[in-house]
């Protein structure tokens, strides 16, 4: 409410345009908080034009690229923090009398550890009818992209991954590293497979093996400055396709255990590396995401499980 000599102003700020107000200055772009709210840039231009006008205060410096916060701002986004999570402390609070439904959105590597999200969504399935959860599969790369964009509200990550961006929370199994290969292979006949095994044999690697992500994972010192004499023919970032090619001859494939059918009837078989190498995993989302009811008891269940 803003008081002068001879008038009385009221002014009403809806919650919904203050986490608006939040997220642009959380991501200090308005286009990157536009795309995490699922809005155009225009719509959501307009909308903190109107709580200027409002306000009749300036509230943002806009730049070419990137929006800062005025001393103004900077007070909203304070008092704005503040009411907001009072807001969902209550709406929390009663959350419980009504029937929660919505989406949620997943994004993750392939990993055997997407069991323990499979176990989480079915409970919440049972119990919440009107949940629903969309899957997507790529690799760290697009995952993230996915997270920054505001187009997931979840990743589950294969490490190394930088999270300082993220919350996250460990899950508690490590994937393991072996070779998945056909079972008339001579490698077959081994119970491990160690780095002179793979000199000059062709090799699908994948992109965790390869010279980007080299040196922020274990395998540059698994491989023992042997990495240059590999015979590396191409690489992967999803197992289906590269399973494709070992049975058809092409090569051996690098890649994480229980992926692939290995099964008695399948072609294929594999081997873990010795010494052994693990991958931990970690379900992240962005820092100071804004979070719909269903995706929040999402979350709610992940940190009572692990």
Same mark, same amino acid.
């Given at each position: 409410m803003t008081y002068t000599k001879h008038k009385v102003y009221y002014y009403k700020m809806e919650i919904r345009v203050l986490k608006y107000f939040l997220a642009v200055a959380r991501e200090?772009?308005?286009?990157?908080?536009?795309?995490?709210l699922h809005l155009t840039q225009p719509t959501l231009s307009r909308q903190l034009q109107e709580l200027e006008r409002e306000l009749n205060q300036k509230l943002l410096i806009r730049g070419k690229s990137k929006v800062t916060l005025t001393p103004e701002g900077l007070i909203l986004k304070k008092r704005a923090q503040?009411?907001?999570? @009072? %807001?969902e402390k209550t709406q929390s609070e009663l959350a419980f009398s009504k029937e929660?439904?919505? =989406?949620?959105y997943i994004g993750g590597g392939e990993t055997d550890s997407i069991k323990y999200i499979a176990e989480?969504? +079915?409970?919440?399935?049972?119990?919440?009818? #009107?949940?629903?959860?969309h899957i997507y599969s790529g690799n760290a790369e697009d995952v993230t992209e996915k997270l920054e964009r505001g187009l997931l509200d979840f990743g589950l990550l294969i490490q190394p991954i930088d999270l300082d961006k993220y919350e996250h929370i460990s899950l508690p199994d490590r994937d393991i590293w072996? %070779?998945?290969?056909? /079972? =008339?292979?001579?490698?077959? /006949?081994?119970?491990?497979? +160690?780095?002179?095994d793979l000199i000059d044999i062709p090799i699908l690697a994948s992109r965790q093996m390869t010279?980007?992500?080299?040196?922020?994972?274990?395998?540059?010192?698994w491989f023992e400055e042997k990495y240059e004499q590999l015979n590396i023919k191409a690489t992967y970032n999803l197992i289906y396709n590269a399973s494709v090619m070992? /049975?058809? #001859?092409?090569? %051996?494939? %690098?890649?994480?255990? /229980? @992926?692939? =059918?290995?099964? =008695?009837?399948?072609?294929l078989c594999f081997r873990p590396l010795e010494p052994k190498l693990t991958s931990g995993l970690d379900i992240a989302w962005? +820092?100071?995401?804004?979070?719909?009811?269903?995706? +929040?008891?999402?979350?709610?269940?992940m940190k009572e499980r692990f």
């Open positions: 200090g772009n308005i286009t990157t908080a536009a795309n995490s503040e009411i907001v999570q @009072l %807001v929660i439904s919505g =989406d949620i989480i969504i +079915k409970e919440l399935q049972e119990e919440y009818k #009107g949940i629903k959860f072996g %070779v998945l290969m056909r /079972k =008339d292979s001579p490698l077959a /006949k081994q119970k491990t497979i +160690k780095v002179n010279p980007k992500y080299l040196n922020k994972s274990d395998f540059l010192e070992v /049975k058809a #001859g092409i090569g %051996v494939a %690098v890649t994480l255990d /229980k @992926l692939a =059918d290995t099964s =008695d009837e399948s072609e962005k +820092k100071g995401q804004v979070f719909s009811p269903a995706a +929040k008891l999402f979350l709610r269940k």
